[in-house]
């Protein structure tokens, strides 16, 4: 079993950035996927970014793209992701999850593990 912990969220003007880390424990393996979600209320949770652990390539959804990034941070042994050039419209609580190798893609019914998630909020 993979606990993971999300840390970094919080309150940003429009244009601004955050970076969040996603730190994982227990049985993780370097073949697992990690992946960004996250969920605005009413809506459902969407996959924001995803690293493979196979050979470390990331997708991201289109709303995000040019303005995150996923990465492996081998100093503090998390996952983060990069936000910049924030937007209102990216207000919503964050979560990394793992699929244990399982999945394919970034679809959040595919991660059987998740964090408790981090608020993010853009306004001014």
């Known amino acids: 079993q993979v606990q993971l912990v999300e840390s970094g969220g919080g309150l940003v003007q429009p244009g601004g950035f955050l970076r969040l880390a996603c730190t994982t424990s227990?049985?993780?393996?370097?073949?697992?996927?990690i992946g960004w979600f996250r969920q605005a209320p009413g809506k459902e949770r969407e996959g924001v970014a995803c690293?493979?652990?196979?050979?470390?390539?990331?997708s991201y959804a289109d709303s995000v793209k040019g303005r995150f990034t996923i990465s492996i941070n081998v100093v503090n042994f998390t996952v983060d992701l990069q936000m910049n050039n924030l937007k209102p419209e990216d207000t919503a609580v964050y979560y990394c999850a793992t699929d244990y190798g399982l999945g394919s893609g970034c679809r959040a019914p595919d991660f059987l593990s998740w964090g408790q998630g981090t608020q993010v909020t853009v306004s001014s």
């Open positions: 690293m493979k652990g196979s050979d470390r390539s990331a």
């Open positions: 227990g049985e993780t393996r370097d073949y697992y996927t």
